[in-house]
């Protein structure tokens, strides 16, 4: 047997932006005997979870299951919608926007890549920008991940939405929300998305494996023309099959217990209520941040991210020397720079089934191991967490962030 959990005792702190901690409830329910996916009693399952799906993604259309990971979801996003030579609008906020452009290439779609610092989200002046001199509207579809997970950076998926109707440009909209879904607030249906992509391991409280494709009425339409090939990936067959409940292949059984009760999870709780408690973790996390004396990678205080803080290295110094430390000390994971920020930044995943005390352990383990690990910083960022969230934090717990609307 492979040794999985050499931790000396008590539960592995899990702070990466994803996977998440699994709730027990939803751990028991994937735990039950897997059932005849052409019986009556999985029909009404999947029949249940779709309902849930739409209640989540905020839509009256399809949510598509795959038992695969994100990056499955963002393939079907293209190939279903897309044709060889195709052109598309993408922006450079970060690893994920990097990598979801290399797929796009892969498939032979001609990306404008809108180069970026990595520190900032999408810039709805520049879409605009770029669709209003596209006369001939030669761009099918603009591609933004709605939070950067690699840099703790938020776009502004409205105010997007917004900027291509200013420039009247026909382009689909998609939008990868793989680690906001669960955790930020988002509308598929309201917001004017074509297709939402998105994943199981973070905000939804699940393990990884399934991913998700919301699809709106346009996207459908483009999918009957597009010729991308696709086979398994395909909207259709699985849309027609989900109707009565079932798929058109051995659908991820026990997963999809899990769906049903993290739903519920967040049913119980309320969205608003999720999101609220995102938000306001995240602050306290961004108080001890700026009390240690380092700095964000997120430039913008009005785009930081309330699921990820992406935390920037003192000069001279190694993020993953300081990762190893706390990992070994304190039996804590933290989330490793990606990309081009790799070895310079560390983040702090603050998202999904956490509350005030878990989030005040991994600070503890921050601040512990900037000690060991002889980073330059000040004490006191516990202090000024515990502070928010025993005072102010109660002003935040009562009234929720509004929606953004506006860049
Ligand atoms: C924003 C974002 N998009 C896409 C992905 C890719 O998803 P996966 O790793 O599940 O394939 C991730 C993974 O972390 C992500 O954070």
Redesign the pocket.
């Known amino acids: 047997m492979f040794k999985l959990d050499d931790h000396p005792s008590g539960r592995h702190f899990l702070h990466i932006?994803?996977p998440t901690s699994v709730p027990d409830r939803v751990l028991r329910a994937i735990d039950r005997p897997t059932i005849d996916h052409r019986g009556p009693e999985f029909g009404r399952l999947t029949l249940a979870i779709l309902e849930g799906l739409r209640w989540l993604f905020r839509t009256e259309g399809p949510v598509v299951i795959y038992p695969s990971?994100?990056?499955?979801a963002?393939e079907a996003a293209l190939v279903n919608t897309l044709s060889p030579g195709d052109h598309v609008l993408m922006f450079e906020t970060g690893h994920?926007a990097t990598?979801?452009r290399k797929i796009a290439d892969k498939l032979g779609v001609v990306v404008d890549f809108v180069p970026g610092d990595w520190r900032s989200g999408v810039d709805p002046v520049l879409v605009e920008a770029r669709l209003a001199a596209d006369r001939a509207h030669a761009i099918k579809a603009v591609l933004v991940?709605h939070?950067?997970?690699s840099t703790g950076v938020t776009s502004n998926v409205p105010a997007i939405r917004q900027a291509i109707d200013r420039a009247g440009h026909p382009a689909l909209f998609m939008v990868?929300t793989?680690?906001g879904i669960g955790s930020i607030d988002y509308r598929h249906g309201a917001w004017g998305v074509d297709v939402t992509v998105a994943?199981s391991?973070?905000g939804m409280m699940l393990p990884?494996g399934l991913?998700f494709n919301a699809v709106s009425d346009k996207a459908l339409s483009a999918s009957r023309s597009a010729r991308l090939p696709r086979s398994y990936w395909a909207w259709d067959d699985i849309i027609a099959m989900n109707a009565k409940g079932y798929f058109p292949y051995t659908p991820a059984t026990n997963m999809l217990y899990g769906l049903h009760e993290a739903l519920a999870m967040l049913r119980e709780e309320g969205l608003d209520k999720v999101f609220a408690r995102h938000d306001r973790l995240a602050e306290a996390t961004r108080r001890a941040v700026r009390a240690w004396g380092l700095e964000l990678l997120c430039r913008i205080p009005g785009q930081c991210s309330s699921v990820v803080t992406a935390v920037q290295m003192p000069e001279g110094h190694d993020a993953d020397a300081l990762r190893r430390e706390i990992l070994t000390r304190y039996d804590m994971s933290l989330g490793m720079g990606l990309g081009k920020v790799a070895g310079r930044v560390f983040r702090i995943g603050h998202l999904g089934y956490l509350n005030d005390l878990t989030l005040c352990g991994a600070l503890c383990g921050v601040e512990m191991g900037l000690g060991v690990a002889g980073v330059p910083h000040r004490r006191g960022g516990v202090d000024a967490a515990l502070a928010y969230l025993s005072g102010a934090g109660e002003a935040a717990r009562a009234e929720p962030k509004p929606t953004l609307t506006t860049a």
């Open positions: 932006p994803g990971s994100g990056t499955g963002w994920f990598l979801w991940v939070n950067e997970t990868d793989v680690s994943g391991q973070k990884p991913s």
